[in-house]
């Protein structure tokens, strides 16, 4: 029998009765653990053969960040609002998850980032992206300096709001709301987003998902913080330097076929539908 990690926030009611009310269920299928995220973190050391995680997109990227170098499959059941990541509906969830127990479902395998922030040629911390990676104001509404290296060349310094870095993965999130691209998940490709730049020159860049990406602050006001997926917030200063690959980790999504990239933008972003002209 399959051992299956059941992972949700607790804290919201919604979520802690779906998985009560679907726990008898469960454990006539499979052996399960159930992760309390609004306590539990770290789940590296499970021995489970797969995660179903009940929330939001953001309850799946604090999973994948749980799981660290065990990257076991993962598939969300959507209880959020917008819900990018989840595969599966919560009335159909049952019927899902059997065809899922027998094997009949393909693994997509996505692209991490690999995040450091250096101080005085020290890390002091290093965090897995499964979306993206963040320079931005925290406080005051000034502008900010932002040095990019790419391999090593100088690209651009920037003034702007911040920077976004993103995974093709983490296309639909942040980096969409700044203006950033479109990626199919698929891609091995890095994009780099400026904020709202002070030179409307600058703009998104699409880059190899080899290179080796160094952000410098140049800016030497306090209230600038650097954050991964939302969640993972440090404090920087002048002269930090944030570093971001490709990690030699990748996370593993589960594929039941029942959506595709372009399903999901059509149903979520309204791609394909009539303007509305309104009526006189």
């Known amino acids: 029998m399959k051992k299956i990690l059941v992972v949700g926030d607790f804290s919201k009611k919604k979520i802690h009765d779906s998985i009560a009310g679907l726990k008898p269920w469960f454990e006539k299928h499979v052996s399960i653990e159930i992760v309390d995220l609004s306590k539990e973190k770290k789940i590296e050391k499970t021995g489970a053969e797969m995660a179903v995680v009940f929330g939001g997109d953001g309850a799946i990227l604090s999973t994948c960040r749980g799981l660290g170098r065990n990257q076991i499959p993962i598939v969300g059941v959507h209880m959020g ?35 450091r922030v250096e101080r005085d040629g020290k890390i002091i911390n290093e965090s897995t992206g499964i979306n993206d990676a963040v320079i931005s104001r925290s406080s005051l509404s000034r502008l900010i300096s932002i040095k990019l290296n790419i391999n090593g060349e100088n690209v651009a310094t920037y003034r702007a709001d911040g920077l976004i870095v993103s995974t093709p993965l983490g296309s639909t999130a942040h980096s ?19 904020i709202c730049p002070h030179t409307l020159t600058n703009r998104p860049l699409v880059v ?22 939302g969640q993972v917030f440090t404090e920087i200063e002048m002269g930090d ?25 059509r149903e979520k972003l309204n791609w394909g539908g009539h303007p509305n002209y309104g009526r006189n």
Do not use: W
């Open 176 to 194: 969409l709301s700044a203006g950033g691209p479109l990626l199919t998940p698929d891609l091995h490709a890095f994009i780099i987003v400026p």
């Open 208 to 229: 190899s998902g080899d290179v080796k990406i160094e952000m410098e602050l140049l800016s030497q006001m306090g209230g600038t913080g650097f954050t991964v997926d």
């Open 81 to 115: 609002r917008f819900g990018f990541l989840a595969e599966l509906m919560e009335k159909d969830v049952c019927v899902s998850l059997e065809k899922i127990f027998t094997g009949n479902y393909q693994i997509r395998k996505r692209t991490l980032l690999l995040c």
């Open 241 to 265: 330097k944030i570093k971001i690959e490709r990690s030699d980790i990748e996370v593993q999504m589960i594929d039941t076929g029942t959506r595709t990239f372009y399903g999901v933008l």
